[in-house]
């Protein structure tokens, strides 16, 4: 039995044994019935191969117009082989040299991968389970079906159709979008994805290549797109490939208090954070920008103002800083105790996607709340204290005599 091996481009080989018969060089023709209609039509013939010496030689089949279906296992062959090319470019006709043979030849089919999608919430682990399968015949085998080689372990092939390279801990990277694992499962393949905090929308995805016991990977293109389609639309193969998708979070407002004396300035900066932790159990900061400030809430209204002031009666002034969020209460000087306080909302971003755009669903917004306390001051007066000097008078006789 002679098989016939499904190459990378979708075509086929055909490897023969060939002899010179002691001419310095021999040429050789194959043709197989790929449409099995009984007949070897022009497009089924082989390329020419030529021989100078004894050996094996192989025949490529690239100009086929015919879809095989992974069920078929034979198709019928002949090999044509003569010192002169072209007393064989027909299948029929008379040759003066050389000899042809007609054969069945056992025809084995390449495995195909699955594509596969999830779709998951921001900063969070997605995981699947690819699907390897493989078709046909075990070659030199009748009636053994191929299968996945399980000694023969998965590996990620880049955007280029290399090997991809893996970090310390088994990890493939892709800058700005996230990190992807991958282990085997039987003739399947695990693989988990660990997007980076603020990436968001569709990954560029990973390819996944795996081999059966005939020796043949899923890296192999089709030549009959409407009747078997490329699995990987990345590189073009059967190759496996696994695209996540990351979808925004929510955020919030946190609260902010001060406290300070009468008359004194007060500060204070509200924060946003989103709603969700990530996989280390932190809330993915929200910070304010030139782009996307900070900006107050009118009480008197309810309305978010652009104005970076707002005054309430009886109570004090507040000012923004609107790309930092940072607001300044500046109270009445007779104002004490707890504020009413004012709202400050962000309107912003949680993440950009794979080109670092801002889509118009990553723009979240929340409110938070500052609140100061003004600690009333009561002037107190010190007592002066009055000290009483006694001045003792001593009389002085002026004729009484004074020794020096």
């Keep these: ?45 082989s390329n020419l191969a030529t021989i100078t010496k004894d050996g094996t030689a192989e025949l490529l089949f690239a100009n086929s117009k015919t879809y095989v279906d992974p069920s078929v296992k034979e198709l019928g062959a002949r090999v044509r082989i003569a010192k002169k090319a072209n007393e064989i470019e027909s299948p029929t006709g008379m040759a003066f040299s050389g000899e042809v043979e007609d054969f069945k030849t056992q025809i084995t089919h390449p495995p195909k991968g699955e594509f596969k999608e999830t779709s998951g919430p921001q900063a969070t682990k997605q995981t699947a389970t690819v699907t390897f399968t493989a078709r046909g015949e075990h070659k030199f085998e009748r009636n ?41 499962n039987g ?31 899923t890296g192999w293109s089709t030549k009959f797109p409407d009747q078997e389609p490329n699995i990987n639309g990345q590189l073009n193969t059967m190759d496996g490939q696994y695209v996540p998708t990351v979808t925004p979070i929510d955020i919030e407002g ?25 996989l280390n159990g932190d809330k993915i900061a929200i910070s304010p920008s030139a782009e996307y400030p900070a900006k107050l809430v009118n009480p008197a209204t309810g309305r978010t103002t652009d104005e970076p002031s707002v005054t309430v009666e009886g109570e004090g002034t507040y000012t923004i800083n609107p ?42 917004t929340a409110t938070a709340k500052y609140t100061p306390t003004v600690v009333g001051v009561t002037p107190t007066a010190t007592p002066s204290e009055t000290k009483i000097f006694k001045v003792q008078h001593k009389q002085v006789n002026l004729n009484s005599r004074v020794e020096l």
Aim: charge should be negative.
């Design 144 to 184: 053994s079906a191929a299968v996945i080689d399980e000694t023969v372990e998965p590996y990620i092939v880049d955007k280029d159709g290399n090997r991809a390279t893996l970090d310390a801990e088994g990890y493939y990277v892709v800058p700005g979008q996230g990190k992807y694992k991958i282990t085997a």
């Design 1 to 45: 039995m002679i098989k016939l091996d499904r190459t990378r481009p979708g075509g086929y080989t055909l490897k023969v044994e060939a002899h010179t018969d002691g001419a310095p060089e021999a040429h050789i023709y194959g043709w197989i019935d790929f449409n099995q209609n009984g007949k070897f039509d022009e497009d089924e013939r």
């Design 187 to 217: 003739k399947d393949v695990d693989v988990e994805f660990i997007p980076e905090d603020n990436f968001l929308g569709t990954a560029d995805g990973i390819s996944i290549r795996r081999s059966d016991n005939n020796g043949y990977n």
């Design 323 to 364: 790309t930092t969020g940072e607001v300044t209460f500046t109270p009445e000087p007779s104002f004490t105790g707890t504020a009413k306080g004012v709202e400050v909302t962000l309107s912003a971003p949680v993440g950009r996607n794979k080109d670092g755009k801002i889509q118009e669903e990553y723009v979240k």
């Design 254 to 278: 946190v609260d902010k208090t001060s406290k300070d004396i009468q008359g004194a300035t007060q500060k204070e900066t509200p924060t946003f954070n989103t709603t969700a932790t990530n």
